[in-house]
């Protein structure tokens, strides 16, 4: 799975990008491999926003989190997304039946 990381308006800490990595990381296990996200982090007026785009299983799925600990939107962020493959991969699951 290929992870592109995008950071505007602050430097990107190592620490911070192999956190981004490693929980990102966690949503291959639903695409074996044939899957690419693209992870925006921003510091903007209102407080850090991430934004994550999973491109897998022939469909596009967005998740985007507003807070103040870059950390916890990333987290948040993940579930948001891992809730939404899990949930169009058990449709996928069901047609077959």
Same mark, same amino acid.
């Given at each position: 799975? $290929? ?5 505007? &308006? $602050? ?5 911070? $990008?192999?956190? !981004?990595?490693?929980? !990102? ?7 074996? &491999? ?8 921003? %510091? &903007?007026? =209102? &407080? /850090? !926003? !991430?934004? *994550?785009?999973f491109h897998g299983l022939h469909k596009t799925?967005?998740?985007?989190? *507003? ?11 993940? =579930? @948001?997304?891992? =809730? /939404?493959? %899990?949930?169009?991969?058990? @449709?996928? =699951?069901?047609?077959?039946?």
């Amino acid at each position: 799975m $290929q992870i592109n990381i995008t950071s505007r &308006g $602050q430097a990107l800490s190592e620490h911070l $990008q192999h956190y !981004v990595e490693e929980k !990102v990381g966690k949503l291959e296990k639903y695409v074996q &491999g044939n899957g690419e996200v693209h992870v925006v982090l921003e %510091r &903007g007026t =209102t &407080g /850090q !926003v !991430v934004e *994550i785009t999973f491109h897998g299983l022939h469909k596009t799925m967005h998740a985007r989190e *507003i807070g103040d600990n870059m950390q916890a939107c990333v987290d948040k962020a993940v =579930t @948001k997304i891992e =809730t /939404q493959v %899990r949930k169009h991969k058990d @449709k996928l =699951t069901d047609k077959r039946s």
